[in-house]
T-cell receptor
Framework: GAVVSQHPSRVICKSGTSVKIECRSL??????MFWYRQFPKQSLMLMAT?????????EQGVEKDKFLINHASLTLSTLTVTSAHPEDSSFYIC?????????????FGSGTRLTVV | AQSVTQLDSQVPVFEEAPVELRCNYS??????LFWYVQYPNQGLQLLLK??????LVKGINGFEAEFNKSQTSFHLRKPSVHISDTAEYFC???????????????FGKGTLLTVNP
């Protein structure tokens, strides 16, 4: 089945620095990937839709200059948290849909726990 | 916009007991419905989905769900739970008319299922 790899699984960074999170589709090509943010004991909130070769579409209230998304190839999307602050600490998850297996639904990465100190 | 309500934030049960996790969604002409499971510090794993056809859907790990259009519900059930079923469960809905094959998912707030010995 479709596999999505997310890296790193856990990162601790200092306030003011930037952090890059990678999301890869391992055995399929994904023209679209989604980035979610999850606060403790809460649901997933869609942050943005990452489109290969074009600009990402951000949900209302998400700062595009804060959360930079680059979808440079059909198998890789990256989320960069710029000038991170403690309030950016959260669990970030990506997902993608294998166009050849639409009936199987979205595949999610294993998530990245970001802690800003 | 679609919305999903998971009526119970926490459901404690004893091992080998039956369980039902409730999910209601806002009405639409047609919807795709999903149940995902999340173990601590991990991504989401698809349990089952309803796209069309039979209203009783069987998934992995012995779970099943029934789509009820008149009640706009998609409750998840398992006749006998194991301790290993302890996890967070998310119901999600999508409007297949939005975004073509790259439909957005809207998640409920999740239900923490705790199976006690």
């Amino acid at each position: 089945g479709a596999v999505v790899s997310q890296h790193p699984s856990r990162v601790i960074c200092k306030s003011g620095t930037s952090v890059k999170i990678e999301c890869r589709s391992l055995d399929f090509q994904a023209t679209t990937m989604f980035w979610y943010r999850q606060f403790p004991k809460q649901s997933l909130m869609l942050m943005a839709t990452s489109n290969e070769g074009s600009k990402a579409t951000y949900e209302q209230g998400v700062e595009k200059d804060k959360f930079l998304i680059n979808h440079a190839s059909l198998t890789l999307s990256t989320l960069t948290v710029t000038s991170a602050h403690p309030e950016d600490s959260s669990f970030y998850i990506c997902s993608a849909l294998d166009p050849g297996q639409i009936l199987y639904g979205y595949t999610f990465g294993s998530g990245t726990r970001l802690t800003v100190v | 916009a679609q919305s999903v309500t998971q009526l119970d934030s926490q459901v404690p049960v004893f091992e080998e007991a039956p369980v039902e996790l409730r999910c209601n969604y806002s009405s639409s002409v047609s919807v795709y419905l999903f149940w995902y499971v999340q173990y601590p510090n991990q991504g989401l794993q698809l349990l089952l989905k309803y796209l069309s056809g039979s209203t009783l859907v069987k998934g992995i790990n012995g779970f099943e769900a029934e789509f009820n259009k008149s009640q706009t519900s998609f409750h998840l059930r398992k006749p006998s739970v194991h301790i290993s079923d302890t996890a967070e469960y998310f119901c999600a809905v999508s409007d297949p008319s939005s975004g073509g094959s790259n439909y957005k998912l809207t998640f409920g707030k999740g239900t923490l299922l705790t199976v006690n010995p």
